[in-house]
């Protein structure tokens, strides 16, 4: 599975980016992590194909949406409010995650390229 991601760039707080990551198939989990400099990669959302069960981090419920085009092969993920703490590389990623490691970033098998959100103060 190839995934490309698009979006990100530089916002103002408060303000609004979307990110999109397309696949080259189909994969039962696709979502979102992202990563600071010297730190590992933080579970952001994810969406589960089966059921469209919709996965969160406390420190994005409530401000980003995830959303999945099935027949597309894509996630979108929907970023409002944004912090100056939401800056960091994102990375789409995908994969057959059983539920109880949605969270866990060794569990998906493919990665796409990283997008960069940066949010000014």
């Known amino acids: 599975v190839q995934l490309q991601a698009s979006g990100g760039g530089l916002v103002q707080a408060g303000g609004s980016l979307r990110l999109s990551c397309a696949a080259s198939s189909t994969s039962r989990v696709m979502g979102w992590f992202r990563q600071t400099p010297g730190k590992g990669r933080e579970f952001v959302a994810a969406?589960?194909?089966?059921?469209?069960?919709?996965y969160y981090s406390d420190s994005v419920k409530g401000r980003f949406t995830i959303s999945r085009d099935n027949a597309k092969d894509t996630v979108t993920l929907q970023m409002d409010s944004l912090r100056p703490e939401d800056t960091a590389t994102y990375y789409c990623?995908?994969?057959?995650?059983?539920?109880?490691?949605?969270?866990?970033?060794?569990?998906?098998?493919?990665w796409g390229q990283g997008t960069l959100v940066t949010v000014s103060s």
């Open positions: 990623a995908a994969g057959q995650v059983i539920a109880g490691q949605i969270r866990t970033p060794t569990a998906y098998g493919y």
């Open positions: 969406h589960r194909r089966d059921g469209g069960y919709k």
